[in-house]
Every structure is written in structure tokens, then in C-alpha cells.
């Protein structure tokens, strides 16, 4: 994929749009491998991502001024990043590691295309995880009182490390609404999501209490409005009455790292789109 590119744009939707965008690669002669697009009835938007390539050079500036005067023409927010560029990501953890630790394997071995320069948790239980991984551990722990000052704390690193990306493996503090908007659509969370729902303290143990038949997790952007995020995956697995509580968390966690390395990769291969409440995923 030397010299492949990303296209992801969205706009309000009309007729014409597709037409320009491929005629700009067709006149420069770039070739498109894939190209995924959605108009939206409701919102009446337009939300594309191309994948071309490759370029005669790394460089994409040739084709920046075909794109702006595109915007201009369709109020349109577009960005064009090389395949290989991968995203700097944060991850948060509390005292719960199978979703970071899922997330460090795929990574390092090339299953999760990003780059993870640091990891921060309220607790230090996986400072010697991200040691043997070669990464940054920052231990910040947080109270009613500190957190203002941790939440401080978080912004410098992200911007200290360029992250673009923040996820919270099980990270059990919920962040301000002042972080949530200084990273608006930039941060991913996973929980579990049962049916029925089951909230508080031991999630699991209540959903043996009832007898559920299916677990499953949710993996969203944060908003302001806890849990309540425009959702990016979900997934659910089958269960019954043999087992225990621990074989359900046991279940329950391997469903949230499924989810959760998922919505990461998409993000990383740029097809998760916001939507309003919602999302597009191509």
C-alpha cells in the first residue's frame, strides 16, 4: 500500500457530488481502489471515504486544491491521509485489563493499525504490562477534588504525545464535560450491554441473578450524557443456565474486546463517520 491515501469528506447532500470527486482522480489520473458513500434521508447528508492510490509521490498536495475549491462548492469537511499514518492513541485503564490488553497484542502485532505512546490509569496495577510492551505509563490518580487538575493532566499529554485518538479500556471514572468536549469524537468507550440492561456495581452477577440468555457489550463515542454516545459496534453472545457469574464475566469480556479492538481498527481506517446522534460505518 506504498503511496495509498485515504479520502473521508462529508456534506450536506445533492446531486453531483460522487461526479466531482471521482472526475478529480479521473482527470489526475489516480486510481481508486475502493470508494463507500451513504446520503443519509434524515440528516440529508452526504458521507463518503475513498481509498486510492497509489500517487506518483507520497505527497498529496497536488490534489488539495481540486478538494478545497470542492468544499467551497459543497460545504464539504473532507481529509486525505496516507494508509500508513497511523493514529496516535491513549489509552485509559482502571483496574480491569482484558480490553488493554487485547488492544496492546493486536497492536504490536499488526492487527490494530495504530500507535499507542502512552498509557494512563487512576491505579498503577498495569505500569509492568505497558513496561513489557515498551510503552509510557502514567499513574494519575483521581478524586472528586483532583479531578479538575488530573483531567489537566490528561490534556497536556494528549497534546505532549499529538494524540488523536483517546480509549477507555475500562477506564471507571467518567470524565467532565470539559474533557468530553475538548475530544469531542475522539474518544472511544466500551460497556457491557445486556438485554436487559443491567446498571451499577456487578453487572454480571445481576444478569445471572435473572437467567440472561444473551451478554453483549457496546462500544460508543463519549458524550457529556453518560453512556449515551453515538454508537460504533455491538455485538452479543449466546449464553444459558450453566453457567456462573465468572463464566459470564469470563464471556462478557471476551465480547468487549472484540467489540472494543473493532471500533478501533474501523476508526484507525478512517470509516467511522458522526452523524448527529449516530454513526456511519463503511
Keep these: 500500500m506504498a503511496n495509498d491515501h485515504f479520502l473521508t469528506l462529508s456534506c ?5 457530488i460522487v461526479h466531482a470527486v471521482t472526475g478529480v482522480f479521473a482527470g489526475e489520473k489516480v486510481n481508486i481502489i475502493d470508494l463507500q458513500q451513504f446520503s443519509d434521508p434524515v440528516t440529508e447528508k452526504f458521507f463518503m471515504r475513498v481509498h486510492f492510490g497509489p500517487t506518483p509521490t507520497e505527497s498529496t498536495e497536488y490534489l488539495r486544491p481540486h478538494f478545497a475549491a470542492l468544499a467551497g462548492d459543497y460545504d464539504m469537511t473532507y481529509d486525505i491521509r496516507p494508509v500508513a499514518q497511523k493514529p496516535k492513541v491513549l489509552i485509559m485503564v482502571s483496574k480491569i485489563g482484558h480490553c488493554l490488553n487485547d ?4 497492536a504490536k ?4 493499525p495504530i500507535e499507542i505512546p502512552l498509557i494512563v490509569s487512576n491505579h498503577p496495577d498495569f505500569a509492568p504490562l505497558a513496561a513489557s510492551y515498551g510503552i509510557e505509563f502514567r499513574h494519575l490518580p483521581v ?4 479531578k479538575a487538575a488530573q483531567e489537566g493532566q490528561i490534556l497536556d499529554l494528549i497534546k ?39 446498571k451499577g456495581a456487578k453487572p454480571y452477577h445481576q444478569a ?3 437467567g440472561v ?4 457489550a457496546t462500544a460508543h463515542f463519549v458524550t457529556a450524557d453518560l453512556d449515551e454516545g453515538p454508537i460504533i459496534e455491538q455485538r452479543v453472545a449466546r449464553v444459558d443456565h ?14 468487549e474486546s472484540q467489540v472494543l479492538a473493532a471500533a478501533v481498527k474501523w476508526y484507525a481506517e478512517r470509516r467511522v463517520f458522526l452523524n448527529g446522534t449516530r454513526t456511519v460505518v463503511f
Excluded: W
Aim: glycine share 6%.
Design 12 to 16: 450536506p447532500d445533492k446531486p453531483g
Design 103 to 106: 488492544l496492546l497484542f493486536r
Design 242 to 255: 450453566s453457567l456462573s457469574p465468572k463464566a459470564l464475566v469470563d464471556e462478557g469480556s471476551n465480547v
Design 213 to 216: 440468555k444473551i451478554i453483549g
Design 160 to 198: 505532549e504525545h499529538q494524540v488523536e485518538l483517546v480509549v477507555l479500556a475500562r477506564y471507571m471514572q467518567v470524565l467532565s464535560p470539559t474533557l468530553c468536549e475538548a475530544m469531542s469524537g475522539k474518544i472511544i468507550n466500551i460497556h457491557h450491554s445486556f438485554l436487559p440492561s443491567f
Design 208 to 210: 445471572y441473578d435473572r
Design 109 to 112: 502485532t499488526g492487527q490494530l
Design 143 to 146: 478524586t472528586k477534588d483532583t
